[in-house]
């Protein structure tokens, strides 16, 4: 099973990404996907999740500004991140876990993906 994370890059404050996550050998409309960020120096945190019956969860500090979404079709799952801050900065990583209950507890997560670098400038 591999999971990949893509979108991330340099941006402005206030500014706008789409983060992805796909996978092979795992079909992640059948999971849980979080996706979790670690900053420089700080502990990896979770940040969104969607579960496999469409139940999402976001840490206050993105409610509002962050959308996770699912596209079935394509089996594969977005961040999508608005009004970004520079405290937004940190490397970006989804993970999947099953049964497809949505949490931000790492354990949770069986298997996680390289993350992508989200840098977010003043």
């Known amino acids: 099973v591999q999971l990949q994370a893509s979108g991330g890059g340099s941006v402005q404050t206030e500014d706008s990404l789409r983060l992805s996550c796909g996978a092979s050998?795992?079909?992640?409309?059948?999971?849980?996907v979080g996706w979790f960020r670690q900053a420089p120096g700080k502990e990896r945190e979770g940040v969104s999740c969607?579960?496999?019956?469409?139940?999402?969860s976001y840490r206050d500090s993105v409610k509002g500004r962050f959308v996770v979404s699912r596209d079935v079709a394509k089996d594969t799952v977005y961040l999508q991140m608005n009004s970004l801050k520079p405290e937004d900065t940190a490397v970006y990583f989804c993970?999947?876990?099953?049964?497809?209950?949505?949490?931000?507890?790492?354990?949770?997560?069986?298997?996680w993906g390289q993350g992508t670098l989200v840098t977010v400038s003043s």
């Open positions: 969607i579960g496999n019956n469409g139940f999402t």
């Open positions: 050998g795992l079909i992640l409309n059948n999971v849980a």
């Open positions: 993970a999947a876990a099953s049964p497809g209950l949505c949490g931000f507890s790492s354990a949770r997560y069986d298997y």
